[in-house]
């Protein structure tokens, strides 16, 4: 296999520098890569895509108030000022612990201390039938994918002249009521009662049902319980309509399936989408098979303390694929400052043992959560503060611009929050990609 990293400066490999390759460029990965400036290391960072993605707006992108290119930042562009660092477009497909090497589809990366940053992916509880039927919300093609799941159901419902099946395109399931099932509740209520008011002429889009199904008692389960209810408020404030403690069973071409302790109920829809669970990326499994390490009911590499793979101090694992928690207690949330924090920690540790060190365990600093519900409606459970509103969404608004990658993103950003805000437009909601229509000729 080819080496696709090499030495960064052919010929000057004299004394060779130690080599940290990154997998993964999200938060994670990106801020152990920029942690290592002006280190005395190489840092060849691989990622499948070109680009590092804001995920937490990525349900704007899918609800048509963003375009993917105003969360998405090169990450070739992000990183050009730093010299000791490569960017390679891989994908990385196995890791040799023994050997040392990262396995590409087309190649292979040489490291002397590895990070894995690749992140989770959605899981669907055993039921992988259900995935082309609930998208999840991962990727810019997911956000895209449903976007263009929404906005069709409208337009299949302005086409539509039987009764049932109109009620069906206009009612939407969305699975699981975490942040991104709350956020994509409200924004949907938004774009049928405000944004598409006045557009058709058939049906009236703020008949559209939104139905939230969550398993656990109450919405966002892991905010306190005052903000649930708060938030659970708001939503029904808006239309939708919260089903907790229910879980789904099944999901039909034209109805979804689910279940409250013994009652059994069948929702008729055509759009369902998954925000429930998320298991460790694909890569994580590889490398529990190269090093014998312990993957947790989430498919999440069990790490020690200070990051690193038992048995193998070299390579770290960082970010949504970690749990560095003792194995009775609860995992630290798969959220943007873990994997920060962590990214940081990892190149703080490559740093104290090029100087023979060590350093202290890995500890996180909740600096808090933010859920936006909708227009002007967050809740905020900040360390030693709750509050709910208007002024926790002004907090939500801010935290999330000044945390985009790149000054342009976050001066697009802005002026098109603006102008949602005044106008109640979305002017990002097309229809892309080239599947049939679902209607039609
Ligand atoms: C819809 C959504 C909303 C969210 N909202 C919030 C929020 O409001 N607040 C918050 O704090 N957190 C939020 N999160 C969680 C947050 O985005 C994650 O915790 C964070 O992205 C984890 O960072 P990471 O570096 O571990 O992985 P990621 O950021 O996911 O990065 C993983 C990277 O690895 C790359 N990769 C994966 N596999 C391979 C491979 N085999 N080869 C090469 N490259 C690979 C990917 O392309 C990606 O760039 C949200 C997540 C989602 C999906």
């Avoid at 890569?283 to 498919?299: F, N, P, V, W």
């Amino acid at each position: 296999m080819p080496d696709v990293v090499g030495a960064h400066n052919a010929g000057e490999r004299g004394n060779p520098p130690h080599r940290v390759v990154i997998v993964g460029g999200g938060f994670g990965g990106l801020n152990a890569a920029q942690s290592l400036k002006d280190a005395p290391v190489e840092v060849t960072l691989i990622d499948r895509r070109n680009f590092h993605l804001f995920q937490p707006l990525l349900y704007q992108v899918a609800t048509g108030s963003l375009s993917p290119a105003n969360i998405a930042a090169p990450l070739r562009g992000i990183l050009k000022g730093q010299k000791n660092t490569r960017v390679i477009l891989a994908e990385a497909t196995d890791i040799d612990a023994r050997k040392r090497r990262v396995i590409l589809s087309d190649g292979e990366a040489p490291y002397d201390t590895l990070i894995v940053a690749t992140g989770s992916s959605h899981h669907y509880f055993g039921h992988e039938e259900w995935r082309p039927a609930a998208p999840g919300l991962k990727t810019i093609e997911d956000a895209t994918a449903m976007r263009r799941r929404i906005f069709l159901a409208f337009e299949a419902a302005e086409r539509e002249t039987d009764g049932e099946r109109l009620r069906e395109w206009l009612t939407f399931v969305i699975v699981g009521a975490g942040p991104t099932g709350v956020e994509l509740a409200g924004a949907l209520s938004e774009i049928a009662r405000d944004t598409l008011r006045h557009e058709f002429r058939r049906i009236n889009p703020a008949a559209a049902r939104i139905v939230l199904v969550e398993g656990a008692d109450r919405v966002l389960p892991a905010y306190p319980p005052c903000l649930s209810a708060k938030a659970r408020a708001k939503l029904e404030g808006l239309g939708v309509t919260v089903k907790t403690g229910t879980v789904m069973t099944d999901i039909r071409a034209d109805s979804v399936r689910v279940r409250s302790g013994d009652q059994a109920e069948a929702i008729a829809a055509r759009t369902v989408l998954w925000a429930a669970g998320v298991e460790g990326s694909p890569l994580g499994r590889a490398l529990a098979r190269a090093t014998g390490a312990e993957l947790d009911r989430s498919a999440r590499i069990r790490v020690e303390p200070n990051l690193s793979v038992r048995g193998f101090p070299e390579i770290l694992v960082i970010g949504d694929l970690a749990n560095c928690s003792p194995p009775a207690s609860q995992p630290l949330p798969g959220v943007a400052q873990v994997a920060i924090q962590q990214g940081r920690y990892a190149a703080r540790l490559v740093r104290a043992r090029l100087q023979g060190q060590g350093l202290e365990p890995f500890r996180y600093r909740n600096r808090g959560n933010l859920a936006v519900i909708g227009r002007a409606a967050a809740v905020a459970d900040l360390p030693g503060l709750r509050f709910n509103g208007y002024l926790a969404w002004l907090a939500w608004l801010f935290i999330h611009l000044i945390n985009i990658v790149e000054y342009h993103n976050r001066l697009l950003v802005l002026v098109q929050w603006a102008w949602n805000y005044f106008s109640f437009n979305r002017a990002a909601r097309l229809i892309t990609g080239d599947n049939p229509l679902p209607f039609g000729g």
